[in-house]
Each structure stands twice: as C-alpha cells, then as structure tokens.
Nanobody
C-alpha cells in the first residue's frame, strides 16, 4: 500500500511563490506516474501537472510557465514549484500516483492519493 503525504501549503499573496512536496512510502516510487491535482471551493478536482517515469511533464494550460513539477526518485518525493501565484490558484492540492508507465490527466486513473494541502492566494 502506497502512502502519500503532502506538505508546503500555506497563505501567500498574489505574485508570491510556494513549493509543495509529496513524500511517498510503501511502494516503488520510480515506476509511478506522479501528478498534482487541485480542488477549489465549490469546484471539481482538476489536473494540474504530471511527471512520468522518464520525466516527461504535462501541465494545465493556466499554470504553464508558472508551475514546475519535478521528482526525486532517490528521496521518493514529488515537488511542485509554484511561481507568480494568482488568487485563482487557491485550492487544496493533492498528490497522486499511478501504478503504470502510461501517463494520463484523468483523475480516475490514479491509484493512490495524499490527504491534500491547502494553498490560499490573496489579492
């Protein structure tokens, strides 16, 4: 059973940066497609970014050029560097793992989820 634990959320102002981390345990981190999703108040959870096993990355259009996803397989840790944050980035951010080499942005395809970390951006 894989466990994912996010950290790094907080309250920041528009234009600030924030870095999220997600540490995995109980599985073989290097073989998973890893992703970040987010859920804003009153909205459905949406895909933000993913990094595949060979470090291919995909991003939600609205975060391209501002967010950077990365992974450290030796530390079993996923990162999300968020720059130039906007109020519309306010959400609970979730780390997710997919036990497959095939990447996808579909939420239902991910096998393991963290508990989420709150990111609040004020204007």
């Amino acid at each position: 059973q894989v466990q994912l634990v996010e950290s790094g959320g907080g309250l920041v102002q528009a234009g600030d940066s924030l870095s999220l981390s997600c540490t995995a345990s109980g599985g073989t981190f290097s073989r998973y497609v890893m992703a970040w999703f987010r859920q804003a108040p009153g909205k459905e959870r949406e895909f933000v970014a993913l990094i595949a096993t060979f470090d291919t990355t995909y991003y939600l259009d609205s975060v391209k050029g501002r967010f950077i996803i990365s992974r450290d397989n030796g530390r079993s840790t996923l990162y999300l560097q968020m720059n130039t944050l906007k109020p519309e980035d306010t959400a609970v951010y979730y780390c997710a793992a997919r036990d497959s080499r095939v990447e996808t942005t579909k939420e239902a395809a991910y096998d393991y989820w963290g508990q989420g970390t709150q990111v609040t951006v004020t204007s």
